[in-house]
């Protein structure tokens, strides 16, 4: 672009602001990484698991961080949907770039653990984000593309806190459990697909406006997120919601048969 600044409070910023953000967020998720490392990682949890533990949740407070953030954006600057190519704001500028710094340190995370291998899908999903947010902060484009994007990170608070609920063994059975996961699917669909859908139809609308070498790639970016999605949504609907009627039923008869939850009889039916 002929001109990649930002209208930033006291003038115009350049990328080298945005790198900036990014390095200072890159060392402060590997100073967090050390610290939940060594304070955060509950004793029972099982060591085959404390790696997992302390990556879901340095996410969670990613997640939560820029999904708080993303919500102010549109709060405060409502004029972000006028037009999601060509806006040009520091507060979302530096949204995007805090969160850049967050994919950089978990994908060094990963690379240093060991851990890509096993955990491939979610490396690939990296390299493409990472590809993706430094060519906008580069070029200083598509940052309302890129905003919308981030909102996916309301469904992660729930996501995430999902997995860790699952780690810590919490009944599955127990309101709060009950309510994250019923969170979880419906942000699925007002947050991943709808911030999906609209980029895709901003891609569709408006493709001339995107040059050829990140048209073609974002585009399949897109297809397969949509993939991983629409496969996630279905996961945890069987999970969570399908699975469990079968499990419900039964211990509706095992307690209309008398029998309590530890396997002994009822008084009541003995008696009959």
């Known amino acids: 672009m002929e001109n990649p600044e930002i209208v930033g409070y006291n003038g115009l910023v350049g990328c080298y602001y945005g790198y900036s953000v990014t390095a200072a967020s890159f060392t402060f998720f590997l100073l967090l990484h050390r610290l939940v490392k060594r304070y955060a990682i509950p004793e029972w949890i099982d060591a085959r698991e404390r790696w997992r533990w302390k990556n879901i949740l340095l996410s969670w407070i990613h997640a939560f961080i820029i999904g708080v953030w993303v919500l102010s954006c ?31 340190s978990d994908s060094i995370d990963l690379i240093t653990s060991g851990q890509v291998r096993e955990r491939w899908p979610i490396a690939v999903h990296h390299v493409v984000v990472l590809w993706i947010f430094f060519y906008n902060l580069t070029n200083c484009t598509c940052l309302g593309y890129t905003i919308v994007a981030l909102t996916v990170e309301l469904n992660s608070i729930f996501l995430h806190q999902r997995k860790l609920m699952k780690l ?9 459990y009950r309510l994250n996961a019923t969170a ?15 980029i895709s139809y901003g891609i569709v609308t408006s493709h001339r406006r995107f040059s050829q070498a990140f048209l073609y790639p974002l585009s399949v970016s897109i297809a397969v997120m ?22 419900i039923i039964n211990a509706r008869k095992a307690s209309s048969n008398g029998l309590v939850l530890n396997g002994t009889q009822n008084p009541k039916a003995k008696s009959e």
Do not use: M, Q
């Open 226 to 247: 949509w993939a991983i999605y629409v496969a996630s949504f279905y996961h945890i609907l069987v999970a969570e919601f399908l699975s469990r009627k079968p499990e």
């Open 184 to 198: 979880t699917l419906l942000t699925i669909v007002t947050c991943r697909f709808a911030a999906l859908g609209w």
């Open 168 to 176: 810590a063994k919490v009944n599955r059975e127990s309101l709060a």
């Open 74 to 104: 549109f709060w405060f600057y409502p004029e972000i949907t006028d037009d999601l190519f060509d806006i040009r704001n520091l507060y979302i500028y530096t949204a995007i770039s805090f969160s850049t710094g967050y994919f950089a």
